[in-house]
Nanobody, 117 residues
Framework: QEQVVESGGGLVEAGGSLRLSCVAS????????MAWSRQAPGKEREFVAR????????NYADDVKGRFTISKDNAKNTVFLDMKSLKPEDTAIYYC??????????WGQGTQVTVSS
């Protein structure tokens, strides 16, 4: 069964850092790219960052540029989101998705990130 599983969320003070991880399975899954999105209470889900699985090229939402870094480990089908200088407005459920070369996008259940002021 194709799935992605996020981990690494938690509670952090403003200005702090967190690293999120997301593992896609099965290992044989042919991935085109993986991305992170987030959904804050009362708001729609929004794009955060994406990484191309072959080239490694990345793109970010404007409000996280310079603070968040997306990276990958191809051998482990894992994508990371390193978040620093966190702000209370970064509080949200963070979702990972994998876009296979063939087939539908695969979404995880999300991991909660809470930034206290």
């Amino acid at each position: 069964q194709e799935q992605v599983v996020e981990s690494g969320g938690g509670l952090v003070e403003a200005g702090g850092s967190l690293r999120l991880s997301c593992v896609a399975s099965p290992r044989s899954l042919s991935i085109a790219d993986m991305a992170w999105s987030r959904q804050a209470p009362g708001k729609e889900r929004e794009f955060v960052a994406r990484i191309n699985w072959i080239s490694g090229s990345t793109n970010y939402a404007d409000d996280v540029k310079g603070r968040f870094t997306i990276s990958k480990d191809n051998a482990k089908n894992t994508v990371f989101l390193d978040m620093k200088s966190l702000k209370p407005e970064d509080t949200a459920i963070y979702y990972c998705n994998a876009r296979p070369i063939v087939g539908r996008e695969i979404w995880g259940q999300g991991t909660q990130v809470t930034v206290s002021s």
